[in-house]
């Protein structure tokens, strides 16, 4: 099997970069890893959302990259069948392509109000009404995947690639305070709870770098 590198940038701020790195783990591919430091031009301006296109994660295969998260998710499923990122079932695997594609598309309004800060905390924050809409949207998707595949993940009983996709909106939610129903905040506590993320949480505990544009409420 050829080489494998995972190029991401902060571990506290960059949702793309949790994505794929929660990818790499779930596929089981050993892989290693390259981060940018913070202050590179390029890695500020996607975390701070004012990048056209998101350029890490990188993954290099060999000699080839893959820079779009979806698409690496759809490589490692190939490579990695046997780690089933996607369902095996080929109305699940369709319906978590669809979810999936929503939130890589879309989502606009949350990503701008709650960026992404693992190591913030910010008790009763006021949501705005278009974020409010994305999150009513993201619980919909959350209730309706559970309780078609009864849980205790987005597709059963074991962890997917739409889990890895929507890992940082959890994080977000908890950073921001945000309430949520029984069935959700529960599937919240279970994403918290998995290893790879409780390794992520804490190596992004450890970071020094910090981005003042994110460190302000508003």
């Known amino acids: 099997m050829p080489t494998a590198t995972l190029t991401i940038s902060s571990k506290n701020y960059s949702s793309w970069s949790l994505r794929g790195w929660l990818l790499m783990k779930l596929s089981g ?109 993201i619980a919909e998707i959350w209730r309706e995947s559970l309780e078609l595949h009864g849980g205790p993940y987005l597709f059963g009983d074991a962890l997917s690639m739409a889990d890895a996709m929507y890992a940082p909106v959890v994080t977000r939610l908890r950073t921001y305070d945000v309430a949520l129903d029984p069935l959700c905040e529960a599937y919240c506590d279970r994403i918290l709870e998995w290893p790879a993320m409780q390794e992520w949480i804490e190596a992004a505990k450890l970071e020094k770098d910090e981005i003042e544009e994110l460190e302000v409420e508003f």
Request: charged share 30%.
């Open 29 to 137: 591919v050993p892989f290693e890893e390259i981060t940018v430091d913070p202050d590179d031009a390029t890695a500020r301006e996607e975390i701070l959302l004012l990048s056209p296109s998101i350029r890490v994660p990188c993954l290099t295969y060999g000699d080839f990259r893959i820079w779009d998260t979806l698409a690496i998710g759809e490589f490692l499923n190939e490579i990695a069948p046997d780690a089933r990122l996607l369902p095996a079932d080929r109305l699940s695997r369709a319906r978590c392509r669809s979810i999936c594609g929503e939130l890589h598309s879309g989502f606009n309004s949350l990503r701008a109000a709650l960026p992404m800060n693992l190591k913030g905390r910010f008790p009763r924050f006021k949501v705005w009404s278009k974020a409010q809409g994305d999150i009513a949207r």
